[in-house]
Every structure is written in structure tokens, then in C-alpha cells.
């Protein structure tokens, strides 16, 4: 999906579509964090800021991925 910006008063903004809004389980009535991420050249938007503020999304898909692999071994070792 391609986009344009658009002008918002002083500063630009960007339509998303209310498909792609309810596929990613966003709430439109509370806040999101946004931010840059340079070495994608990407602007980030994630709807738990809490998460995000210290965390790369790139490491939390990591994280994902590696914990979906190997989560059950993790889990066995910890209780040993």
C-alpha cells in the first residue's frame, strides 16, 4: 500500500486505512508511541509505548521467533 502525505495544520500525517487498523488490534481512542527507526529508514507505530520505549521492535520480532523455537527447552532448563 502506497501513501501520500498530507497536510495536518503545520504538519504532515498519513491516512491508515480502518482495515489495516483492526488487523493490527489497534484501540483508536488511546494513544500510540511513534518513532524513528533510522537503520530501516521506517517510522514505527505501536499501540503498548511502554514496551517499545526501550525495546528495538526488530529485537522484540527476534525475541518472538526465538522464544516460539525454543520456549519449551528455556522453560525445562529454568527448572532445573
Known amino acids: 500500500m502506497q501513501q501520500k502525505f498530507i497536510q495536518v495544520g503545520n504538519s504532515k500525517g498519513i491516512i491508515i486505512s480502518q482495515d489495516l487498523i483492526k488487523k493490527l488490534g489497534f484501540d483508536t481512542t488511546k494513544q500510540v ?6 537503520q530501516m529508514g521506517a517510522i514505527v507505530i505501536t499501540k503498548n509505548p511502554a514496551v517499545q520505549k526501550s525495546t528495538n521492535p526488530r529485537l522484540l520480532s527476534i525475541l518472538e ?3 516460539k523455537e525454543y520456549g519449551p527447552a528455556l522453560k525445562k532448563l529454568a527448572n532445573l
Open 65 to 67: 521467533k526465538v522464544n
Open 33 to 38: 508511541h511513534v518513532e524513528p527507526d533510522l
